[in-house]
């Protein structure tokens, strides 16, 4: 599968707050992140029948999100995309997505630090 071949939609910027870290005060104090999704896809079909059913439904993908990541307490940020990238992956429209989570201040001097992963649908 050739990502640049296909659509995409993404979501920007989703600022969420979660348990992130390996610091003991980071195990008890959520913190933010800022989560950006592309999710790659064909989406000739929607287009030619402007119709939700055909596409991705982003406003329920958002959802999902939201609920995994302030529900979550993971130590990496590495682990935290991953899941939702597992979440995008669930939706059968969806052939492969990029996560990047960023979490501002995670370092001194640094305004964020942040994890970018891409993952394709196993169809096997």
Not at 58 to 83: N, P
Not at 114 to 119: G, P, T
């Amino acid at each position: 599968m050739d990502r640049e071949k296909l659509d995409k939609i993404s979501i920007t910027d989703l600022l969420l707050r979660c348990v992130i870290g390996l610091n003991d005060w980071e195990r008890t104090q959520k913190q933010d992140v800022l989560i950006n999704i592309t999710l790659y896809a064909d989406l000739s079909r929607p287009c030619k029948s402007d119709r939700i059913k055909d596409s991705i439904d982003y406003k329920e993908i958002k959802k999902q999100v939201i609920t995994i990541v302030e529900s979550s307490s993971f130590y990496l940020v590495e682990r935290l995309a991953d899941s939702i990238a597992q979440i995008c992956l669930t939706h059968p429209v969806v052939k492969a997505v990029t996560i990047r989570v960023d979490k501002p201040g995670a370092l001194r001097y640094a305004k964020s630090v942040s994890v970018e992963i891409f993952r394709m649908r196993n169809d096997d």
